[in-house]
């Protein structure tokens, strides 16, 4: 598989599913975003990450909770309406 020039061996996705499922199943729940964040980085290359949850209505997104992950809060606004 290519990503973004990275190329993943299908064996290498296969663990980290399983490490993905392990630590769901093993983690506190405030620590497994984290976690997983940290585990995909080296195989899917980011800088910073933005996990949420929410709802979309008809007319807004309603954000129900936000993890930053090597990101501050203070360092720009997402419009997640565009």
Same mark, same amino acid.
């Given at each position: 598989?290519?990503?973004?020039?990275?190329?993943?061996?299908?064996?290498?996705? /296969? /663990?980290?599913?399983?490490?993905?499922?392990?630590?769901?199943?093993?983690?506190?729940?405030?620590?497994?975003?984290?976690?997983?964040?940290?585990?995909?980085?080296?195989?899917?290359?980011?800088? /910073?990450?933005?996990?949420?949850?929410?709802?979309?209505?008809?007319?807004?997104?309603?954000?129900?909770?936000?993890?930053?992950?090597?990101? /501050?809060?203070?360092?720009?606004?997402?419009?997640?309406?565009?």
């Amino acid at each position: 598989m290519d990503l973004s020039g990275k190329t993943v061996a299908t064996d290498e996705l /296969s /663990s980290l599913v399983l490490t993905l499922y392990r630590a769901a199943r093993e983690l506190p729940l405030e620590e497994f975003q984290t976690a997983a964040l940290t585990l995909i980085k080296p195989t899917l290359p980011f800088d /910073s990450g933005w996990w949420g949850s929410g709802r979309l209505t008809a007319s807004e997104i309603a954000v129900h909770a936000v993890h930053l992950h090597d990101k /501050s809060p203070c360092s720009g606004i997402v419009n997640l309406a565009t």
